[in-house]
T-cell receptor
Framework: KAGVTQTPRYLIKTRGQQVTLSCSPI?????VSWYQQTPGQGLQFLFE???????NKGNFPGRFSGRQFSNSRSEMNVSTLELGDSALYLC????????????FGSGTRLTVV | SQQGEEDPQALSIQEGENATMNCSYK?????LQWYRQNSGRGLVHLIL???NEREKHSGRLRVTLDTSKKSSSLLITASRAADTASYFC??????????WGAGTKLIIKP
């Protein structure tokens, strides 16, 4: 079956702009999580959605938001981009509680200039 | 925030040797998972060990978990060049998120 698909793969944006990243989970997976990876902070949890409901949110400013659609696809949005938002953004999907691990997409590398 | 430490931060060994990485965490967990990441790409799930398990095997991988010490180790036996990657442990506390270690960068020399 197809894996987790993230688009776009690479993105270059200017400070102050906003960006939307997309994630299509594995068919049948209703939980989608987002993580930010940077050399300085490592992997950090952004948020998790299940059946269009956000169940948990990490410690990020309100500029970071997300949503999930009825087909389980998810988007995350970052408004008023800052240089520090440059990172690899990873999406993961799992069935239910994640008791068997998560499947990650290849990520979207965002560069803010 | 990161859950804990992984050590070593970097490990370089000869092909065919065994590689051992360690992970420590801070809070109670539901399970602990290990992932591999190649050159800043996506993470690949390797193995999951539940809090009531002490050891688990998958192919050339062996994971141990000591909940009293809040630590885990990942052993890769008979390493191959293709094992060159960064390895991360992540803990699941049943709060719909994974909390990650800082990772171990493994280099397998031919």
């Amino acid at each position: 079956k197809a894996g987790v698909t993230q688009t776009p793969r690479y993105l270059i944006k200017t400070r102050g702009q906003q960006v939307t990243l997309s994630c299509s989970p594995i068919s049948g997976h209703r939980s989608v999580s987002w993580y930010q990876q940077t050399p300085g902070q490592g992997l950090q949890f952004l948020f998790e959605y299940f059946s269009e409901t956000q169940r948990n949110k990490g410690n990020f400013p309100g500029r970071f938001s997300g949503r999930q659609f009825s087909n389980s696809r998810s988007e995350m949005n970052v408004s008023t981009l800052e240089l520090g938002d440059s990172a690899l953004y990873l999406c993961a999907s799992t069935s239910g509680q994640g008791a068997y691990g998560y499947t990650f997409g290849s990520g979207t590398r965002l560069t803010v200039v | 925030s990161q859950q804990g430490e992984e050590d070593p931060q970097a490990l370089s060994i000869q092909e065919g040797e065994n590689a051992t990485m360690n992970c420590s965490y801070k809070t109670s967990i539901n399970n602990l998972q290990w992932y591999r990441q190649n050159s800043g790409r996506g993470l690949v799930h390797l193995i999951l060990i539940r809090s009531n398990e002490r050891e688990k095997h998958s192919g050339r991988l062996r994971v141990t978990l000591d909940t009293s010490k809040k630590s885990s180790s990942l052993l890769i036996t008979a390493s191959r060049a293709a094992d060159t990657a960064s390895y991360f442990c992540a803990t699941d506390d049943s709060n719909y998120q994974l909390i990650w270690g800082a990772g171990t960068k493994l280099i397998i020399k031919p």
